[in-house]
């Protein structure tokens, strides 16, 4: 049993509900070819998703692969009452997965091993794993789960599975920020085994992304914490906890934290592979 369970910290895990008939429509989601901003209000009971083989769970699907759209990658926030769970989750043997908890608890079994997961806990599961998920507490499990095919290269073998927690890697800071902006990364930016990245970013209030990144990484972001101004292509737009972001591969991107808290999310991008020619499969 390996047990990433760790001091709990602030993430963000409101889900559901759906909105009086006195609130105004007009809110804060943008869809455009190059970015879309899907804010907390969205994650309704109407629009979550069900699954085969998923017992008394839900999910929001907030990014799947669609002309226009995420070309690499999909991402669920999950909702798994107790007793839920999946002895049969993934129905795609070429499929990896990343899974991180933002409340309550989960057992997870990976090809016979067994990790008791909490809030801040960390999984990467390789393809072709027979892997399970079980909420045996009391409370309801919410965690994301981030699914990609993996592209494989001759004599580079695939990554084998591993848990880990965000309170025992320490953040790494970017260069000339003072710590003021760092990346909790669960991989070794150097591994060629990985064919995508799920990192934590922070930024201190105040701090920020002070140019326009413009790269081929695809990235989804979802807010854990806090608040900002967020650039997306053209656009500025108030970020906050629970909302996401999608940004296609070379939108401009740039950010102020606006505090009094940390501003902190989880990011995917797809990396170490050269970019696909003949297009991804849908």
């Known amino acids: 049993m390996n047990d990433t369970t760790g001091t709990k910290g602030s993430y963000y895990a409101g889900m559901g509900g759906l909105p009086p008939q006195t609130q105004l429509m007009t809110g804060r989601a943008v869809f455009t070819e190059a970015?879309?901003?899907?804010p907390?209000?969205?994650?309704?009971?109407?629009?979550?998703?069900?699954?085969?083989?998923?017992?008394?769970?839900?999910?929001?699907?907030?990014?799947?692969?669609m002309?226009?759209?995420?070309?690499?990658?999909?991402?669920?926030?999950?909702?798994?009452?107790?007793?839920?769970?999946?002895?049969?989750?993934?129905?795609?043997?070429?499929?990896?997965?990343?899974?991180?908890?933002?409340?309550?608890a989960m057992a997870l079994t990976v090809d016979g091993a067994s990790h008791a997961l909490q809030a801040g806990g960390f999984a990467y599961?390789?393809?072709?794993?027979?892997?399970?998920?079980?909420?045996?507490?009391?409370?309801?499990?919410?965690?994301?789960?981030?699914?990609?095919?993996?592209?494989t290269v001759e004599g580079i073998s695939a990554p084998t599975a591993?848990?880990?927690?965000?309170?025992?890697?320490?953040?790494?800071?970017?260069?000339?920020?003072?710590?003021?902006w760092a990346t909790t990364r669960f991989v070794d930016p150097e591994d060629m085994r990985h064919d995508m990245h799920v990192n934590i970013v922070t930024l201190q209030p105040g701090a920020s992304i002070p140019f326009e990144e413009?790269?081929?990484?695809?990235?989804?972001?979802?807010?854990?914490?806090?608040?900002?101004?967020?650039?997306?292509?053209?656009?500025?737009?108030?970020?906050?906890?629970?909302?996401?972001?999608?940004?296609?591969?070379?939108?401009p991107q740039a950010c102020y934290a606006g505090g009094p808290g940390p501003f902190r999310y989880l990011l995917y991008k797809d990396v170490n592979r050269h970019p696909n020619l003949r297009g991804y499969a849908r």
């Open 35 to 38: 970015y879309a901003l899907i």
């Open 40 to 65: 907390k209000g969205v994650f309704s009971d109407i629009v979550a998703s069900y699954f085969p083989y998923w017992e008394k769970t839900r999910g929001w699907i907030i990014a799947r692969p």
């Open 67 to 104: 002309s226009g759209f995420a070309e690499t990658f999909t991402h669920y926030v999950m909702d798994v009452a107790p007793g839920g769970g999946s002895s049969k989750p993934e129905p795609d043997t070429e499929a990896e997965g990343v899974l991180f908890i933002v409340d309550g």
């Open 125 to 151: 599961i390789p393809p072709g794993s027979n892997w399970s998920s079980k909420n045996n507490g009391s409370t309801n499990l919410r965690f994301h789960w981030i699914r990609k095919r993996y592209e």
């Open 162 to 180: 591993f848990v880990a927690s965000e309170h025992e890697i320490a953040p790494r800071a970017m260069p000339d920020t003072d710590g003021r």
């Open 214 to 251: 413009t790269h081929v990484m695809e990235h989804g972001l979802y807010v854990l914490e806090g608040k900002a101004v967020y650039k997306l292509n053209r656009d500025w737009a108030e970020v906050e906890a629970g909302d996401y972001m999608w940004l296609r591969a070379f939108c």
